[in-house]
């Protein structure tokens, strides 16, 4: 199977898992088993990528719980600034990291969180990725989701938080020759991306909750962070 083949088919294998009564990490599991099924060479090379990454614990130095979490003042999907130390003015903050629309984990990822929206509150979902409007926009359309979805140009803020990776040559390759021009997503060059991840901040600043994880096919189930909601309001 081709490269242009092999990213039909995980859409068609997105679309038909997507909307399963299922939890988010059988939704993961069954994209990673259709990229295995579809091109084990493709399989391979995720396997040894993702094994070097938890080799070197890839994003184990980001803030962690008891840690105040840096600022950012980034732009969402329609342009507007946003800043953390506001959201936090309003209530707790939930930020997740994603790499960004092309990627079916991610768009998985992002659906799972805006079906859970609501019974998050009060924490404040923001999402962060690398790319440009342009994308923050169209998968945030796609998930349905209310809550913003923002750019981190250059990865400034994930390189900030110790989550920031660069991609490698052979993945990178692999990557491209299936359609996914991931520098030009973000507006740039540069082969990096973010170590998914999510971060509970209460208002204080302070993080409350963390999950990273390097590899990028297992997500934070939305029941996880609907409990970390529920501490807080608990407290109330």
Not at 147 to 158: C, E, I, K, Q, T
């Amino acid at each position: 199977m081709d490269a242009s083949q092999l990213v039909a088919s995980l859409e068609d294998a997105f679309h038909r898992v997507r909307g399963e009564n299922a939890p988010l990490s059988d939704k993961l599991k069954y994209i990673a088993d259709e990229v295995r099924r579809l091109s084990p060479v493709f399989a391979d090379a995720v396997e040894a990528f993702v094994g070097r990454l938890e080799e070197v614990a890839a994003g184990s130095l980001a803030p962690a719980v008891g840690d105040a979490m840096p600022p950012f003042l980034l732009p969402d999907e329609e342009g507007r600034l946003t800043d953390l130390a506001r959201l936090l003015r309003v209530g707790p903050v939930a930020i997740a990291f994603i790499r960004g629309h092309w990627c079916p984990y991610c768009r998985l990822n992002a659906a799972g969180l805006a079906e859970a929206e609501e019974a998050l509150r009060p924490l404040q979902l923001v999402a962060i990725s690398a790319e440009t409007q342009k994308y923050t926009r169209e998968i945030k359309r796609e998930a349905k989701a209310a809550f913003p979805f923002l750019s981190d140009v250059d990865n400034g803020y994930a390189l900030a938080l110790n989550l920031a990776i660069w991609v490698p040559d052979d993945m990178s390759a692999l990557i491209a020759a299936a359609g996914w021009d991931v520098p030009s997503y973000q507006g740039g060059e540069a082969w990096i991306l973010p170590v998914p991840s999510v971060f509970v901040v209460d208002q204080e600043g302070i993080v409350r909750f963390r999950h990273v994880d390097p590899d990028y096919r297992r997500r934070l189930e939305p029941s996880v962070l609907i409990e970390a909601a529920e501490a807080f309001r608990a407290l109330r």
